[in-house]
């Protein structure tokens, strides 16, 4: 069950379309203080031990690999079919 916080965010986003205060390249930390705790995790490997993906109801935050990864991708998918995503490209 998402959080409070996370509810709040998606309710005022999918309004106005404006992902404030989220930004690309924020840390996991950052996106848990204003988020809470993620729903679910990416699982993971046993060379990156910090999961690359948060995932928050159907929202799902993409970070760079390794603990010190940045927030690169947010992506909502829906019954298998992608329904937005915003990205950074490096």
Not at 23 to 51: A, C, F
Not at 67 to 80: A, F, K, T, V
Request: charged letters at 25%; hydrophobic letters at 30%.
């Amino acid at each position: 069950m998402p959080s409070a916080e996370f509810k709040d965010w998606w309710d005022s986003f999918r309004l106005t379309g404006d992902i404030c205060p989220l930004r690309l390249g924020m840390s996991r930390d950052e996106i848990k203080t204003l988020l809470g705790q993620p729903d679910d995790t990416s699982t993971p490997s046993r060379k990156y031990r910090t999961p690359s993906i948060l995932k928050y109801g159907d929202v799902e935050f993409h970070f760079g690999l390794g603990p010190e990864g940045r927030l690169q991708l947010i992506y909502l998918e829906r019954d298998g079919v992608p329904q937005t995503s915003i990205s950074l490209i490096n």
